[in-house]
C-alpha cells in the first residue's frame, strides 16, 4: 500500500442516473419492506420526488470511487487481499430516484497494522446542482505482499 | 414515534430474515458486487473460508431497513457505521438466519441513536452497528 496515496486528488466520478427500477432491485435484495422504497406515490407522501433508495444503496456510487483507486497504478491494492473492515455513511439527505450523482474520492488515512495496512477511503457524493447528500466511508484492511 | 415517547433500552424493531445463495446472487446483481466469494465454493474454498459469504453490504442494508418502516421515512437517518467483525456463511442448502435487534442506545436534542444487534447462528456478526435518526 502506497502512503502517497494520501491528498491526492482525484477527479469526480461520471454523473450517475438513479433510476426507479435500480432502486426497487436494490430494495429487493436488502429485504426492505417499506412502500417508500418501490411506490411513487408512498414517497410522495413523504415529500419525495420519486422511489427513496435504501440507506445502504450510496454504496453504488462509492463502488465507483473505489475502482478509481483501484486503477491507480501504484497504489499497492490487490483486490483479493482486500477485506472491508468498516463502513460509515453520513447522509444530508437520501438519495431518490432521478438524482444525478458524482463522488469525489479522498484517502484520509494509512496506517501500517505489521505487513498489512488499514486504508480510509472517503467518497462525497453529491447531486447535479453540487449540493451535499452523502459521504461514504469504507476502512478496508490491505494484506501486504505474501 | 416522537422523542417523549422513546427509552434508553426500548426495543424499536426486531425481525429475522432468510438468505439463501439466490439472495447473494440477487444482491451481487443490484450492487455490482460480483466478488466470486460470494456465490463460489471451489473460490471460498481455495481463499481459505469456512463457506460462501453473504456480503457485508448486504448484512450492514437488511439490517437498517429492519427499522425504517418504524422511522417512516428513511430521511429521517443522519448517520449509520458498522464494523464487518464475523462472516456471515451461507450454506447452498439451508442458507442463513439473520436475526437483527434494533434498540435505543441513547437521546440527545432530538437525535436517537439506535444500537443494532446483528447475529447469525448465536454470533454477533456486526460490531458497533449505530445508527443515529432524528426525532421530532
Redesign the interface.
Known amino acids: 500500500m502506497n502512503p502517497d496515496l494520501v491528498g491526492r486528488a482525484f477527479a469526480p466520478t461520471a454523473p450517475y442516473l438513479v433510476g426507479r427500477e435500480?432502486v426497487r432491485?436494490?430494495a429487493?435484495?436488502?429485504?426492505?419492506?417499506?412502500p417508500?422504497?418501490t411506490d411513487p406515490e408512498a414517497a410522495r407522501a413523504?415529500g419525495?420526488a420519486d422511489v427513496?433508495?435504501?440507506?445502504?444503496f450510496a454504496?453504488?456510487i462509492q463502488?465507483l470511487t473505489l475502482q478509481q483507486l483501484l486503477a491507480e497504478p501504484d497504489s499497492g491494492i490487490a483486490?483479493?487481499r482486500t477485506?472491508?473492515?468498516?463502513?460509515?455513511?453520513?447522509?444530508t439527505?437520501?438519495i431518490v430516484a432521478g438524482d444525478e450523482l458524482t463522488g469525489r474520492l479522498s484517502i484520509t488515512g494509512v496506517r501500517a497494522v505489521g505487513k498489512n495496512a488499514m486504508v480510509t477511503s472517503e467518497a462525497e457524493i453529491r447531486d447535479a446542482a453540487g449540493d451535499h447528500v452523502v459521504t461514504a466511508?469504507s476502512v478496508l484492511l490491505i494484506g501486504g505482499d505474501e | 414515534m416522537t422523542a417523549a415517547e422513546l427509552s434508553v433500552g426500548d426495543v424499536v424493531a426486531e425481525r429475522t430474515v432468510h438468505l439463501t445463495r439466490e439472495s447473494l446472487v440477487r444482491y451481487a446483481g443490484a450492487s455490482g458486487d460480483f466478488n466470486p466469494i460470494h456465490y463460489r465454493d471451489d473460490v471460498a474454498a481455495r481463499v481459505g473460508l469456512p463457506g460462501v459469504l453473504a456480503h457485508g453490504m448486504l448484512t450492514m442494508g437488511l439490517s437498517v431497513e429492519t427499522i425504517v418502516p418504524w422511522l417512516g421515512d428513511a430521511g429521517r437517518i443522519l448517520e449509520y457505521g458498522v464494523r464487518f467483525t464475523r462472516p456471515v456463511v451461507v450454506d447452498p442448502e439451508n442458507g442463513a438466519d439473520v436475526a437483527v435487534t434494533a434498540k435505543v442506545g441513547a437521546l440527545d436534542e432530538g437525535v436517537a441513536r439506535i444500537d443494532l444487534t446483528v447475529t447469525c447462528a448465536d454470533t454477533t456478526v456486526l460490531g458497533k452497528a449505530q445508527v443515529r435518526v432524528r426525532v421530532p
Open positions: 435500480k432491485e436494490f429487493r435484495a436488502v429485504l426492505a419492506t417499506d417508500q422504497h413523504l419525495y427513496v433508495a435504501p440507506p445502504t454504496m453504488v463502488d483486490l483479493e477485506i472491508h473492515a468498516e463502513q460509515r455513511f453520513r447522509y439527505r437520501p466511508t
